[in-house]
């Protein structure tokens, strides 16, 4: 079983950055990806990007390419989320989840952990 644990949320102005971790304990071995969500009120759920553990790339959405950025520490078991010149419409509790699928995109449902999320507000 995976626990996750982010943080690193919280308001800051239009064009400011912040940098969310996800901390993941218990039995990592079968993880292939750990991925980032976010999800604003009234609305679903989106992929933001995600670490393939056992490639060891990343990748992120088209709509934060440029602005966010994911890199991990294998000593700490730490993803972490860059979100740099960001916008209102990033606003959302931003979460982590791991899944066993490795080498492809997993589904939403192919997720089994999930943290409890950290909220990120940004001001015009």
């Known amino acids: 079983q995976v626990q996750l644990m982010e943080s690193g949320g919280g308001s800051v102005q239009a064009g400011g950055s912040l940098r969310l971790s996800c901390v993941a304990s218990?039995?990592?071995?079968?993880?292939?990806?750990m991925g980032w969500f976010r999800q604003a009120p009234g609305k679903q759920r989106e992929g933001v990007g995600g670490f393939y553990t056992r490639l060891g790339t990343t990748l992120v959405s088209d709509s934060v390419k440029g602005r966010f950025t994911i890199s991990q520490d294998n000593n700490k078991n730490t993803v972490y989320l860059q979100m740099n010149n960001l916008k209102p419409e990033d606003s959302a509790m931003y979460y982590c989840a791991t899944s066993p699928v490795a080498g492809r995109l997993p589904k939403l449902y192919e997720y089994n952990a999930w943290g409890q999320g950290t909220r990120v507000t940004v001001s015009p």
């Open positions: 218990g039995d990592t071995s079968n993880t292939g990806f």
